[in-house]
């Protein structure tokens, strides 16, 4: 089975004012065939209406009752052939005892059998009329039955299921082809230098995409997520995040194995983080003023015996525990290291970031290992929660998601710190997509910020509200190794730079 039917589609309605999909592609996947269709109908080649009707197929009993008769009829059977009557503790091993424990109370109520003064089981009649297998077998055959109580019934003994089946009705559209030619998505340096692009047909560009666009029309920067993996140091101790804390245990957190530690932290002169002209600018004058010896220090003594009116955690801090090599679990990571460059020079400041975090969670519905966290930090003086909450209602507002419901939570490094609930229509329950609250001064003030900055933090899956606004019940159909890919080559590409 080909898996890319977009010319076939184009081939099937050439010569047909419109064609049933089910008829056309009868042993084709659902989601190719949608595929196809989308990434058509995207360009206006072909129009199509969404056919739904529900179908009845036999369960694996049922198929086992059309081919060897009902569990009653099985008794009757049984008890027919015994002229002197049967034992019914000799009818399991006769019929089977599935077919005994359900056969004979039907055998009963239909007058098949009954029992005699010796308490056997004896045939009231000479033949019987086999109609649930007869019925099984006109569903069989016709996928549905003509009297609707038949079905109900049958579903309830489980001898029949119900499924929803998704056919199109295609036609072509205003722009039809014959054929379907693939297109590129990027204008490359060697399309322009040997002229080829004026034959290339490109794949058209979603410029109203959700996302980054929403952080830049805010006054947000981006931070460089470059590093997935970095320090507990980062990851966990300039957060105020306890050495012993459950987050950094085996279950929860990726460890790196080789190299296992990395050393102490200091400034960043990697290519990778000077590649970024707005925050070249931004933070070129703070990097030599920056004493990371002094903020190693300063997070040590937060942690163990307390610093800037903060008791601390009163515990013996390890040095090589806060240079273990984690893969990132947030990037609150890169947050905590942009806040320790604004240290230098505090003002207002805006930044946010898209990216991979990894998560020693067990997978299902709603969970990843790897997922994607949208992260936002809002640094200014004379903040409260009141403005945290109505800049999350204005911010998933603007993705489409409304009705948010806030809840009370612990996080080691915000005081207060709320959870984000959003209502999924599709599971039918609240779904938690973002987590926020307000930077402690114990992570704070450690960086040399001063006492009377405050600042917002949040993130987010970029999966879950995903999720929410489109209707998508399994996070595994979003990322993974399960992704369609179909669904991706038919989407529009999308560009996340600003203008």
């Known amino acids: ?114 029992k005699d003064n010796a308490g056997r089981l004896v045939a009231k009649v000479a033949t019987i009329v086999d109609v649930t297998q007869e019925q099984l077998r006109i569903i069989r055959a016709e996928q549905t039955h003509p009297d609707p109580s038949v079905l109900s019934n049958l579903r309830k003994r489980k001898l029949v299921v119900m499924q929803k089946v998704i056919s199109f009705r295609l ?33 058209p560009y979603n410029f109203k995409a959700r ?33 012993q804390h459950p987050a950094r245990d085996l279950q929860d957190t990726f460890y790196i194995s080789d190299p296992s530690t990395a050393d102490k932290p200091r400034a960043d002169t990697s290519p990778s983080q000077q590649s970024l002209p707005s925050l070249k600018a931004a933070t070129e004058e703070l990097l030599p003023t920056l004493d990371y010896d002094q903020y190693w220090n300063n997070v040590r003594q937060v942690h163990e015996q307390g610093k800037y009116g903060s008791i601390g955690y009163r515990y013996p801090w390890k040095e090589e525990e806060s240079l273990r090599l984690v893969l990132r679990t947030h990037t609150t990571a890169i947050s905590t290291y942009m806040l320790h460059k604004l240290a230098a020079n505090p003002r207002p400041a805006r930044y946010f970031s898209i990216d991979r975090v990894f998560r020693n969670e067990t997978v299902d519905a709603t969970h990843l290992a790897e997922f994607h966290q949208v992260e936002g930090v809002i640094a200014d003086f004379g903040l409260t929660l009141g403005g945290l909450i109505s800049f999350m209602e204005t911010f998933f507002g603007k993705m489409g998601v409304h009705g948010l419901r806030f809840k009370p939570a612990y996080n080691p490094y915000t005081e207060p710190s709320m959870e984000i609930f959003g209502f999924h229509a599709g599971l039918d329950r609240w779904v938690e997509i973002g987590n926020s609250g307000m930077f402690r001064p114990e992570m704070l003030e450690p960086m040399g910020l001063p006492k009377d900055m405050r600042v917002y933090g949040w993130g987010l899956s970029l999966e879950r509200p995903t999720m929410i606004k489109y209707g998508v019940k399994n996070i595994r159909e979003l990322l993974g190794h399960k992704v369609d890919l179909n669904f991706i080559q038919s989407n529009p590409a999308v560009r996340l730079e600003r203008d």
């Open 1 to 114: 089975m080909a898996t890319d039917l977009t010319n076939q589609v184009l081939e099937a309605v050439a010569e047909q004012d419109s064609v049933l999909s089910t008829d056309v592609f009868p042993n084709a996947p659902f989601a190719i065939v949608k595929a196809a269709l989308d990434r058509l109908h995207s360009r206006e080649m072909v129009v199509y209406q969404t056919i739904e009707r529900d179908e009845a197929h036999l369960s694996e009993e049922g198929r086992g009752v059309a081919d060897e008769g009902s569990h009653e009829a099985k008794v009757f059977k049984a008890v027919h052939q015994a002229l002197e009557g049967l034992q019914i503790s000799d009818l399991p091993a006769l019929v089977g005892k599935e077919s005994a424990k359900v056969g004979q109370g039907k055998a009963f109520k239909e007058g098949w059998i009954h």
């Open 171 to 203: 036609s072509k559209g205003p722009k039809y082809s014959k054929r379907f030619v693939k297109e590129d998505t990027d204008l490359t340096e060697e399309m322009l230098a040997d002229g080829s692009w004026k034959d290339r047909s490109f794949k």
């Open 211 to 243: 996302g980054a666009p929403i952080f830049f029309e805010m006054g947000f920067v981006e931070m460089p997520t470059n590093r997935y993996v970095e320090t507990g140091f980062w990851n966990f101790d300039a957060l105020f995040v306890p050495q």
